[in-house]
């Protein structure tokens, strides 16, 4: 007889989450903040690597290997999780990031840390997705909001905390603690995942789809190089980058074929007949091509135009993140207890396209003040649909699909952040060297033919002249990169036009007041014992 393990709400717990699953979500917020502070840690320390180990030309490789490994892996530890149970397969990915971390702590050149950092990269990309998917499997989406807040605040934590942790870390332990740091986190969060959290353990009969896992990794691969070399370190129209776009698109229409005849496909296509689901993936993948468009061209801004200092970059994202937090906080409330989202996903894109529109008016003239009212309303934007769009994706779909629901939304917010950072670099690229060239005739063009980011040492021993010019060519690049962000982002207002409001599933604090509460799927609601067949 099977022996049952139960984690008991107690008497009268109704309508409040019992202490276990309060220590599984702190131990699930650790391993997000694991998972978005490793970039910006390592991003800070990076100088200091290249200084020890050298291999200066391989330097982009130490992101890119990461950030590939990480797409690639995404959809894969969803589906492990749907198919053979999501706590194993979410403590094996802490592991391999965990291990990876290690790894690359003791690397002794170049070639190794990139070969750990892909490692660690295998780890991380199931490391949202664990904690997305098991949320969704504790907590139902009506309660969900909740703890929305929680999880913008760690997103917050991270952006602004990184590169100070990281030039923290790197001046005073070492470039290695930079990655040894994740350890003794890393350890905790797995710690109390192992003890407290019990959810019902899988067996699929099925084989893994190896051919579509292959298929998509190749097509996901493709697209991440395009656009991280293309503009950079090939021409947009060199041979390399159209080979890369040609193998890319093939993999992803054969995926697409495949998986249409696969017994157990890796992201069964019968999720997208779900309109939200889509429209979700939609609004996801343009937040994240906002966003981190958003996070990259502030800082430069603020630290060639207005003067700020790049130690405290972290903080200059301040008015932005901060109102993010607040409206994330806001929506989960109202969500909650009223059930209703539609108004969020409308509101945030309005103001995501209207926030992006005023920081394109941003020029050397303006404000430190008035450049974080702009922020601001970027943040509200978000905070409106980051969250929103995940909690809405899990509704959408059966319980058994939610490890893909969840691996799915955030690939396409991955490649969003992918799309934006090379759209939006490119444009801004183009536009400062231009301006340069426009100012500063040919000394301009010389100054930004290797790269027109200029860090602070080097804009310090320009001609007063020079700096001038290098600071109206920064402001007409960051107008054109906001100026193409407003503009994408409509098409996140009208994907959230036809967002169709289904009720949540699961009871708010009035059970009654919940149109979806009889809702044939069922979800373990708040004051039902969570068990584990063992």
Known sequence: MADTQTVDTGPGDTGKQPRSVRVVLLALMITMMLAM?????????????????????????VVTAYTLATASSTPLWGKLGDMYGRKGAFMTSIVIFLAGSALSGMAQNMGQLIGFRAIQGLGAGGLMVGVMAIIGDLIPPRERGKYQGMMAGVMALAMIGGPLVGGTITDNWGWRWSFYINLPLGVIALAAISVVLHLPKKRSEARIDYLGAGLLTLGITSIVLVTTW?????????????????????????????????????????????????????????????????????????????GASATNSGLLLLPMLGAMLVTSMV????????????VFPLAGSVLMIVGLYLLSTMDTGTTRFMSGVFMAV????????????????????????????????????????????AIMGALFNHRVQDVMAERAGALGSKMTEQSAQLDAASLAKLPAAAREAYQHAVSAGTHSAFLLGSVVAIAAL????????????????KPED???????????VSGTPVTETV
């Open 494 to 509: 009208i994907a959230a036009v036809f967002v169709k409001e289904v009720p949540l599933k699961g009871a708010g604090p």
């Open 514 to 524: 919940a149109p979806g509460a009889g809702d044939a799927e069922t979800e373990p």
């Open 331 to 342: 929506a989960g409330r109202v969500t909650t207890n009223t059930g209703r989202y539609k």
């Open 37 to 61: 502070l490793d970039n910006m840690i390592v991003g800070t320390a990076m100088p200091t690597i290249v200084g020890e180990l050298g291999g200066l030309e391989h330097l982009s490789w």
């Open 378 to 421: 970027v943040g509200l934007g978000m905070g409106c649909l980051m969250q929103i769009t995940m909690l809405v994706a899990q509704n959408s779909v059966q319980m058994k699909d939610m490890g893909v629901a969840s691996s799915t939304t955030t690939l396409f917010r991955t490649l969003g952040s992918s799309f934006g950072v």
């Open 230 to 306: 293309g503009g950079s370190q090939y021409a947009w129209s060199s041979a390399r980058i159209m080979e890369l776009i040609g193998i890319g698109v093939a993999a992803l229409v054969g995926f697409v074929f495949w998986q249409t005849r696969a017994a157990e496909p890796v992201v069964p296509l019968h999720i997208f007949r779900n309109r939200n689901f889509t429209l979700m993936s939609i609004i996801g993948f343009i937040t994240g091509f906002v966003m981190f468009g958003a996070t990259l061209f502030l800082p430069l801004y603020q630290q060639s135009v207005q």
